[in-house]
């Protein structure tokens, strides 16, 4: 995304231009069987959401109803038509991270947060998920927050996990999600 | 193990599995670089980075070659120390080998005698922690590519099929089909167009087999999804990978890239009329998408739902056409068994199940991390050679095999062994090879609920057994959790779960009551606990707990503002103490001490 024009004030890409590079990752796509999923992976990664606006221009363009495309999108947790937050804290709920003690670390999360899984804070700092293995299990309970992994997390320290990330003041950037997209 | 043997004196295997990264392999690398550079030794030791070597316990590990001295938790002394000691003066450095024994590599036959590696024979993990995953020419030098080689050379596909059949392997994503006869119903299918898939999906919470193994060695997949496209008569290939597994996708699309470049992808592969390419799909984050009808429902662009077989992929797969579909750790196998013949490999496990099992140790469990075991080892071996048994000195109680498909089970099976049919009747199931060991801390209730929670979500909702049965086993299983459960709830229990296991649609829901069912069957009185006495024995139901603040107790009444309901009292610098009657078990004081002065029971 180096020739994304960034907004000089705030470092945002605005979505009509986001919107304009849809087009062409349409048009590479379009004649590709089975093309809406990596087509709505890219999408995601680009506006870090699906907003209507683009399901609506990939629903047009690929020639499916609108209605198919939010129901593929609803169907697959990856997905998200919500913005989310500038952190994605995922506490893994994986077998091992459950048996020593997971669900009490997103309890924890939950409560400092005070936000409900698939949520995120008012000041679009923070969205809370679950993830089901990260394959860390070898240092479970283990809790991912963007691209960082911390290990062996307990209950009692989340506050100061989430102040770190509170701390650090990076620019508001388009979220671009390394997961998944490439 | 590259180009240049004969430039270097030692080569060092960094394992970069992701605890070994979490614990630091990164910065011990730049130290390794400086260290080298400092005594003069950068041209003369050549660094390899490995995919997972399955010790995460011992992390960050480091192998030193000639001579497979094996390094564990290492620090940045420790490695100051090996440097200088071992690499430059060609002592190695005793204080900081994991086990006193040394590991002499066989090669895949057995891969050492610390106990740990004791036990396992690596076929699908032959290569994993031995080349640089990123590295055509590493994997060249271990004997890469020659079976596809030999298969275009020398054989015609049904002798391929008529090998595979011969080998005796079954399929590692859990089933256990045939393999060889998956892959002679597709080749005898009469269509233009067939499509080979590999099925990466691994969504079993707590398995990471197939990511390791992809990590650690893509090139054996590609090269096994290549034979399969040549037996089967297909000309294009898809991995289909969980978006979750950046690391394995980075890998997977460098070594396509390299395999093309060396004319082993595409047209005409190593000047033979065959052509092949293989594309990669990622996953959108839906367990059900590793059912393999779902799966190509996803790959289609559409919402991954399983339909009803027959027909089978086989006959009516991907887009209609005929499509072979395998694991990740089933195309791993291939080559080894075009190279080494199928009579070799059907020397190894049982009489029904052949060649060996990875699996993925977590848990309650000394040696967490990836092992690969002939078929036949039994439990125990597993848990308690491999795996060192339990820690903290507690109680081995049950081993969960299979994921959410799986069962539990307890100590009296320990002996049971590894393979498709005695884990069946166990109660438990194959399955991808997730393994988890609990002890006296984990209650059986509350691990049959988790499960249950699991597939109740995962549930693609399209029939009503599976979606709704779930839906009523886990109201009912967290009723009993909370203390409110009665007598009748076990056998209703038993009659949804028989009933959702015979009317559901796909694996999902046919499997998803044998986590209650097994631990029914084998922790019955657990269950009868909690109904009639109020009782978890793990103490791990919140509502039956009892909390306490022992004397570890500052007085700094951070959980005294923390209690919703006020039932904590005590003044500044006091030991501070709960009004049981008032305690509501919420859990929040536990989880606000930082002095761990407040225990449960
Ligand atoms: C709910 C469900 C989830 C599954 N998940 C996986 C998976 O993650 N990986 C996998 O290889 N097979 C999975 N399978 C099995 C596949 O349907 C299929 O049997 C397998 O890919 C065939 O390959 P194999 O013969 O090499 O085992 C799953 C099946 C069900 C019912």
Known sequence: ?182 | MAENTTGYRYYLTLCDGPTCMQKASRTMRETLERELARLHLSDKVRILVSGCLGMCQKGPILIVNPGYAMYGRLTEEAVVRIVEEHLFNNRPVLDFIIDEDHLFNKFYRVFGDVNFFGKQMRIALRNCGVIDPESIDDYLCVRGYEALAKVLSVMTPWEVIAEMKKSGLRGRGGAGFATGVKWELTAREKSDVKYVICNADEGDPGAFMDRSAIEGDPHTVIEGIIIGGYAVGARNGIIYIRAEYPLAIKRLERAIAAARAAGLLGQNILGTAFSFDIEIRLGAGAFVCGEETALMHSIEGHRGMPRPRPPYPSASGLFGKPTLINNVETWANVPVIILDGADWFATLGTKTSKGTKVFALAGRVNNTGLIEVPMGTTIRQIVFDIGGGVPDGRRFKAVQIGGPSGGCLPEQYLDTQIDYESLTQAGAFMGSGGMIVMDETSCMVNIARYFLEFTQDESCGKCTPCREGTKRMLEILTRITEGSGTAEDIVRLERLGALIKRASLCGLGQSAPNAVLSTLRHFREEYEEHIQHKRCRAGVCQAMLSYAITDACTGCGACRKACPVNAISGTQKTLHVIDQKACIKCNNCFVTCKFEAITKS
């Open chain 1, 1 to 182: 995304m180096s020739d994304v024009k960034t907004c000089a004030c705030c470092g945002e890409v605005s979505e009509e231009q986001l919107l304009l590079q849809l087009d062409d990752v349409l048009a590479q796509n379009r004649s590709k069987e089975g093309a809406l999923i990596p087509v709505l992976q890219i999408a995601q990664t680009m506006f870090g959401y699906l907003p209507k606006a683009a399901l609506k221009k990939i629903a047009l363009t690929l020639g499916k109803p609108y209605s198919e495309v939010a129901g593929v999108v609803g169907f697959y947790s990856f997905f998200s038509t919500m913005p989310r937050g500038k952190h994605l804290v995922r506490v893994c709920l994986g077998t091992a991270c459950y048996v020593r003690g997971g669900k009490q670390v997103l309890e924890s999360f939950r409560k400092h947060l005070g936000i409900d899984v698939g949520q995120t804070t008012e000041d679009r700092m923070f969205s809370l998920e679950v993830a089901r293995c990260f394959g860390a299990c070898g240092l479970a309970p283990a809790v991912m927050i963007d691209d960082d992994i911390h290990q062996r997390v307990k209950a009692a320290r989340v506050g100061e996990i989430i102040d770190q990330y509170r701390k650090e003041k990076k620019p508001a950037k388009v979220k671009t999600q390394k997961k998944g997209g490439k």
